[in-house]
Each structure stands twice: as C-alpha cells, then as structure tokens.
C-alpha cells in the first residue's frame, strides 16, 4: 500500500479573495444571509431570496461554486429571508422566513429539493437556525428584541412555540442571525447586530459546555466578526461548517457595502480558530491561500481496491492513512448494516458495525471498545456519514452524520480503511487528512492586521492553562531560545505595533522577530498592572512587514515568557493639530457622522457641538497610541447635554437602529455634574466619576487627556481629577468626539 507523508504540506494550494462572486446570484449587488450546508463531501450555499425562488449552489472546495438553480419555487416563500437545511432522518427540512413574516419548514429528499411546504406559519420573529444535538434531539433558534430564542423540536415538522430566551446571547438591541456549532464539548452560540445598513454590524458568540438551551457565558471578548473599513464593513449574518481538510472550520457571511450606490452585499468565507473555549476569526478581504484539501478523497469505488479478509471482500483505500488523521466514509446502506474497518495493516484492524435495529459495536482483535444505541435522527434509508479521527494520545472519537458517537482508546493508528462490500448500497465520498485536534489551525495563515492566539504556531508548545468565565483557554509558554513559527497573511507591506498579551517572572522580556525583513529586537516591559490571570497587555514594539503571506519567528530570551495573545496594528503616530478654535472646526481631518451626515457637528451659540440632539466625529488611524488632548468645553448649565472625548478608538459606527455605544475604546464624558470614564466595547463600563462641585457653575472647563501606555489621566488645569490604570487595556486607536442634546460645546481642542 501507498503511504501519505506524516509531514503537512502548506502552500501551493490556490488562493482566493473574499468577497465571493457567484454565477447566478441574484444580482451583482444581492448575496446576502449565506448559510453553508456540508454533506456527503459537497458544500451546499443557500442565501436569501430577492425573488420568487430560492437558489442554491454546490462546491468541493469553497471556491468553485456551481449553480444548481431553484430548490422551492412555492409562491408563500417569496422573499424567503435566511434559508438554511438540516439534515434528519433521512431527509433534508428547510426553515425560513419569507420577507420576514414568520417561519415556515419545508421538506425535500435532496438538498437541492424541490422542497415543499410542511407547515403552517409558525411566526417566530426571524432567522430561524436548526441545531440537532449528538442524542438527536432537535431544536430551533430565532431572533429576537431581547436576545437569541430557542425553541424544541418535538418533531421534525413541529416547533414548541414556546421558546426559551438565552440572555446571554444580546447585544443590546436587536440581535439575529443566530447558530449553533458544537466542538470538544462546547455549544458555540453565534449571532448578528445590531442593523445590517451599520458598518458597526458584526458577529458575537457566547458559549456552553451544559446544553444548547442554556448554560451560556460570554467571554472577556465575544466579538468574532467586526470591521469598518471603507473597502470591508458591515459583516453579518453567519454559518459555520466543517472544513474540507475534515477537521477545521469555516464561516461563511456576508459583509455590506454601504458606500456603493447602490448598495453591495456578498458572501465571504474565512476560516475559525478554537482554543479550548475561545473560538476567533479574523476577517481577510485581501488575497489568502485556498481552503486546504483532505489527502486523499474519492466518490464511489473507482479509486477503491477491492480485497478478501476472512472471507469477506471490502471496498478499501488504495493509501494508508498517517498514525493521526482524520476519515470520512459515506454510504447508503441499502438493507445490510454497515461493516467499516480501520487501520488495516496485513490482517489486523479495527471494526465499527452500525445495525439497523440503531445500535453499533466497535471491535479490536475481537475485543470490544465501545457499543451502544444510535440516536434517532439516523436512518439507515437514507445517506450515512461516518467520520472518526485517531488522535496523538491514541484516542479515536467516532462521528455518525457529525454528531459524536463514542471515543475509545485505539491499538490500530496508520492503515488503510474500508467497507464490507455487501453493506454498502451506495457508496459516496471517502476521504481522509493528516489534519486532526485542531492542528490545522497551528498552520493556518493568521491575518495582519489581526490577532492570534500564541498556541498556534508550528511547533509544539507547552499549553499553560486559564479561565475567563469558568471555562478553559490556553496560553503558549515560549521557552527560552526555542524558536516558535506563525504564519501570517499581511494585508499590506509596513510597519506594525506588535502588542503581546503576556507574562512573565521578568520586569524587562525581550523576543527577538524572524521575518523576511531580518531580525528585530522586542522588549515587553512589564508594570505590574495585570488581569486576574496575571497577564498584562503590552506594547513591545514595531516590525516591518512585507505584503502577503510569510512567517514570523519568536525567541524569548532571558526567561521563559508566557503569552496568550499576539496583536499587530498598521503603526501610526498622532499628528499634533489644532482641530477646534474659537467654536469652530479647523480641519478637514475630522470624520464627521450622525444622522445629519457630514453637518451632525457644526458651530452654534456653545462652541463646536451638534448640529441637532447627537453627532461625533473621529480624527486619525488606528495605530495611534499615545497622545495628549487639550480642550476648553464650555457649558450651560443645561442637563439635557454633554459632551464626550474619545480615546484609542477602534471599529466605530453610527447608525439610528443601534446601540449608542458603537465602538471600542474610552469614553470621557462631560456633563452639568461632572466627569465620567467609560471603558466602550460595543456597550460600556462605567471606570471613574469626578464631580464639579463648586466648579459646577463654571461656564468653561479646561481639560486634559492623556492616553499613556495602560493608563487614562484627566486634568483640570494642572490638577490630575482622574487617572485610571486599566488591566486589559486597549493600546491603541483614534481621537473622537461626540455632543448630545443643547448646551455643551468645545471652545478649542489640540491633539499634541
């Protein structure tokens, strides 16, 4: 038998560019909701409808889709808002929500239908999600004004209308698009807000490892898709899959062009990365390398050699397998039960049998390692997806139709796996990775600008544990002089701010960066202000990086360093201006929004504020990092107004129907009895007040702000009224400022 390479091979695998053009999509500027079904080694992409039908297209590797024209063409699913399928029992269900009135199922026997209509209208808000656990019960997911409700499925035809809310899954407003992913144990519960026409609009997850209708925390950072871009914004609406490579996974979307006339909305497909409980994405709109493809794949017999062990022929793969991998096999049973083998090495394998009276047993050499029952949802009339992967401590978990089976400690690693002939009516695709426990994600390309976990390089690291929220994640020990690889994808060539999430038992840390520019020198100079884990985010310098896809090498020297996170940002330096004087605005730097656009903030009777009840407005780049801000404010004593200074601003939006507090950074805000601190991250926390007192009746305020390193400072005139050290801080971002109601208005401001 041929043997496969233990090594993984990367690179010269294609590439390709989100956003996504697909023939036939309903228009040049519609492919919106897209929701992505893998099945029987095909990705089937539904999206919402802008017509009288619903479509669907097929790929093998999410890059070449064909067009496999209308699934359901019932007039009562015109518009029909976020299609997406399951597969139960042997057939495929439907859910959606035509133009937005409801939710109907729909039935077909193939995913590319015709589906029909099943039901009635169940109402339910919108967005309805199908999740079926590993025991095979069913539930139903849907939007809501309050957060992400779920609802049991009795039956495959019938909803409990009486759903349960999961405060967890909320973004403080209008929350949609919701998902159900289950991995290692872990619910992960995705979902969309606030308002698909804001940039701001974006994807969160919270997480469970009790159930899928509720045990759900949400993470120190539950944002999983964000950008605002000029050329990439507006990222919405996901679904999440299995990978080609059998063992990674993806996540299709769709992002917003809010700048086109008119407006564009598109798929995009990037890959997921999981870290114990933390799961992140970085969105890449630039060129990235193809979706790595399993190392031997086939449909039906025809690469398949055909042997006879005791007395028994089977279909087998003309390959072995590596010590640790991952396979799949599907087949239509027929009326046998299914006989699979695995790690065939001369005569000895292993043996998973599946009996149509539902239960299995597994055997090797004659001794048993796992029997039981098969969930409900399985039928044997119907297509049967077995999936198992051996691991590098020897354990195999087996996977019938993706839900998890059984896990077992194996004898038998590298071979060649295969079908009792006799037991398989139909069979389909069969293949087989070097890819498994994730480990595709060590190799994956990172995005830069972006962040990556430390525990995805190359090499094999030493994983230190912590917990945000109860659950597990893991950090990455450099060791001292060993050499740790990352690839990564830059979007373009330039300098970086590299922020590193760390700690160690040194004051001064120093890691040198490998790249293809040299060797460069960091120092994480660590104070001693750190989170409850002991780590504590910081600045330890800037690299050059060239355009496109490359690695990046890091040494620790001089002790071990501990890092949970890396983080690169475009290096920028704040430009010292004057931006207001005498009320006015002097610059044509300030990015001004607000629901009377570029006139939200304009000069009236109180200095430079808002033109009608709100506007705000954002000078510089992201990469900025510490700067000083000197301001006269005036105020008139009126208590329908502040106004606010914003520091280290990332990711901001404005739109009407969304929560005010559309940003990441720091809030300082000014009104009749003082002044507040406010940490933003898409909502806000509340740090520091200091009040006016007798200063209350001043008619001007001087103030200064300060963003150094992890600290906050606010002056009135030389005397320091807040200063706050953060423990996770953000270390960079723009200026902004925002005015609300009448009254209070900037007399002067100068960024230095």
């Not at 139903?140 to 039956?155: D, K």
Request: charged share 25%; glycine share 8%; aromatic share 14%.
């Amino acid at each position: 038998m041929k043997h496969v390479s233990e090594r993984k091979v990367w690179g010269k695998m294609g590439k390709y560019k989100n956003p996504l053009r697909l023939e036939n999509q309903w228009s040049e500027y519609e492919c919106g909701d897209p929701f992505i079904m893998r099945f029987n080694g095909l990705y089937y992409f539904y999206c919402s409808s802008a017509g009288e039908y619903i479509k669907c297209w097929t790929s093998e590797n999410l890059i070449d889709f064909t067009y496999m024209g209308s699934v359901c063409d019932d007039p009562l699913i015109t518009g029909a808002y976020a299609p997406e399928v399951t597969y139960y029992k042997g057939r495929f269900y439907m859910i959606t929500s035509p133009k937005g009135s409801g939710h109907y199922l729909l039935e077909a026997e193939n995913p590319t239908g015709p589906f029909r209509i099943i039901s009635d209208n169940y109402g339910l808000a919108i967005d309805g999600s199908f999740f079926v656990d590993d025991d095979g019960k069913e539930y139903m997911l849907r939007a809501g004004h309050n957060g992400i409700v779920i609802h049991t499925m009795p039956f495959p035809n019938q909803i409990d209308v009486n759903g349960k809310l999961i405060p967890a899954a909320y973004l403080n407003y209008w929350t949609e698009g919701p998902m159900i992913l289950k991995r290692n144990g872990f619910y992960y519960l995705t979902y969309t807000g606030n308002h698909l026409l804001s940039k701001g609009y974006r994807v969160a997850y919270s997480v469970s490892e009790t159930a899928p209708d509720h045990g759900y925390v949400n993470l120190k950072n539950r944002t999983l898709l964000i950008e605002n871009d000029p050329e990439f914004h507006a990222l919405g609406h996901s679904s999440s899959f299995l990978a080609p490579d059998l063992d990674s996974y993806c996540i299709a979307y769709h992002s917003f062009d809010l700048d086109s006339n008119p407006h564009r909305r598109s798929a995009n497909i990037d890959r997921l990365y999981f870290n114990g409980a933390r799961m992140y994405c970085n969105p890449i709109w630039w060129e990235q390398a193809a979706h790595r493809m399993p190392d031997f794949s086939c449909r039906g017999t025809e690469k398949l050699q055909e042997i006879t062990l005791e007395q028994n022929t089977y279909w087998v793969t003309p390959v072995e397998t590596t010590a640790n991998y991952t396979a799949e096999w599907n087949v239509k049973p027929g009326s046998q039960e299914i006989h699979l083998i695995y790690g065939l090495k001369g005569k000895r394998f292993g043996s998973i049998r599946l009996r149509r009276d539902h239960t299995y047993l597994i055997l090797e050499c004659d001794e048993e390692k796992a029997s039981g029952r098969l969930n409900d949802a399985i039928s044997f009339d119907g297509n049967i997806t077995i999936r198992f992967a051996v691991k590098t401590d020897g354990v195999m978990d087996v996977y019938i139709n993706d839900k998890h089976l059984c896990r077992y400690p194996t004898q038998f690693e590298e071979g060649v796996f295969g079908i009792e002939k006799k037991s398989s009516d139909v069979i389909g695709y069969i293949a087989f990775s070097s890819c498994t426990e994730g480990d595709g994600d060590k190799y994956a390309d990172k995005a830069i600008p972006g962040r990556f976990d430390a525990i995805h390089c190359w090499e094999e690291i030493q994983k230190v544990p912590f917990h945000e929220a109860g659950l597990t994640i893991y950090a990455g020990l450099l060791a001292t002089e060993k050499p740790y690889t990352y690839s990564v994808n830059v979007k373009s060539a330039g300098v970086y701010r590299l922020i590193a999430k760390m700690k160690s038992t040194l004051r001064e840390c120093e890691i040198h960066a490998m790249t293809e520019s040299g060797e460069t020198i960091l120092t994480g100079s660590l104070s001693g202000i750190c989170n409850e884990g002991g780590y504590e985010k910081v600045w330890i310098g800037n690299l050059y990086l060239e355009q496109g896809i490359q690695k990046i090498v890091f040494k620790a020297y001089g002790d071990d360093v501990i890092i949970d996170a890396f983080e690169f940002v475009r290096h920028s330096d704040a430009t010292p201006m004057e931006v207001v004087k005498d009320g006015s605005l002097v610059t044509d730097s300030l990015r001004i929004l607000g629901h009377k656009s570029t006139k939200s903030l304009i000069h009236k009777y109180c200095g430079f504020t808002c033109a009608e009840n709100h506007g705000m407005g954002f000078l510089g780049e992201d990469g900025m990092s510490d700067y000083r801000i000197a301001c006269v404010i005036n105020l008139n004593s009126c208590d329908t107004g502040d106004l606010s200074i914003y520091l280290r601003v990332t990711k901001e939006s404005w739109f009407h129907a969304q929560l005010a507090e559309a940003l990441f950074g720091y809030r300082i805000r000014i009104n009749v009895d003082g002044i507040r601190l406010y940490r933003e991250s898409y909502d806000e926390k509340f740090l520091a007040f200091y009040s006016f007192g007798e200063l209350s009746s001043a008619a001007k305020q001087e103030l200064t702000m300060e963003a150094k390193q992890s600290k906050i400072t606010v002056s009135i005139g030389d005397r320091v009224v807040i200063q706050y050290v953060d423990p996770e801080p953000y270390l960079y971002g723009k200026i902004g400022m925002e005015a609300t109601g009448e009254g209070f208005g900037l007399e002067y401001l100068r960024v230095y």
